[in-house]
T-cell receptor, first 117, second 112 residues
Framework: SQTIHQWPATLVQPVGSPLSLECTVE??????LYWYRQAAGRGLQLLFYSVGIGQISSEVPQNLSASRPQDRQFILSSKKLLLSDSGFYLC????????????????FGPGTRLTVL | AQKVTQAQTEISVVEKEDVTLDCVYETRDTTYYLFWYKQPPSGELVFLIRRNSFDEQNEISGRYSWNFQKSTSSFNFTITASQVVDSAVYFC?????????FGAGTRLTVKP
């Protein structure tokens, strides 16, 4: 069966510090991978998605970046965190379908709760 | 642009009551997919159901049922005989070819 891991589970960082959140998937090959952010009490905002190694699509311009160095590894980074980066970050995966990455069911990881002070 | 509206921000019921969570969507595509996810207090989103635009059959899974009506662009979710463990935020989502959008979510509280 497939499992998705995220770490760390919680993180408190000062403004201006760097960020690195990691997501890994087990039990599947060549998945689509996604990063979402959920601000407190709000819905999910898609930040990035990747259909393969080194292939990243950005949905929202911001001071965050994503990388996919390996097939089942997805990393969210920032060089300098802002207060507005606080939130709950969720990684998700889906099986690639020929019809496009948006049509398949996405399965989510446990999330990382980031607080920027 | 596609859009998902969950007009009910918060709902509170007493255990064993039935509750319906509303979801209304907007899309120009004829092929699309609708989803419901549950987010318990732990934070992880749990997949509940996926329905494509060509399948309007209602679905029942235990105490959960879904009513998809293209005529009103709605995909409503009903929990029968609610339980305290149903307390969570529920998200409706709409996906087209290369995009997936979530509603703002409905927070359901089931009181004992």
């Amino acid at each position: 069966s497939q499992t998705i891991h995220q770490w760390p589970a919680t993180l408190v960082q000062p403004v201006g510090s760097p960020l690195s959140l990691e997501c890994t998937v087990e039990g599947t090959s060549n998945p689509n991978l996604y990063w979402y952010r959920q601000a407190a009490g709000r819905g999910l905002q898609l930040l990035f998605y990747s259909v393969g190694i080194g292939q990243i699509s950005s949905e929202v311009p911001q001071n965050l970046s994503a990388s996919r160095p390996q097939d089942r590894q997805f990393i969210l980074s920032s060089k300098k965190l802002l207060l507005s980066d606080s939130g709950f970050y969720l990684c998700a995966w889906s099986v690639i379908k020929a019809s496009g990455p948006g049509t398949d069911t996405q399965y989510f990881g446990p999330g990382t709760r980031l607080t920027v002070l | 642009a596609q859009k998902v509206t969950q007009a009910q921000t918060e709902i509170s019921v007493v255990e064993k009551e039935d509750v319906t969570l509303d979801c209304v969507y907007e899309t120009r595509d004829t092929t699309y997919y609708l989803f419901w996810y549950k987010q318990p207090p732990s934070g992880e989103l749990v997949f509940l159901i996926r329905r494509n635009s060509f399948d309007e059959q209602n679905e029942i899974s235990g105490r959960y049922s879904w009513n998809f009506q293209k005529s009103t662009s709605s995909f409503n979710f009903t929990i029968t005989a609610s339980q305290v463990v149903d307390s969570a935020v529920y998200f409706c989502a709409l996906s087209e070819l290369n995009d997936m959008r979530f509603g703002a979510g409905t927070r359901l509280t089931v009181k004992p």
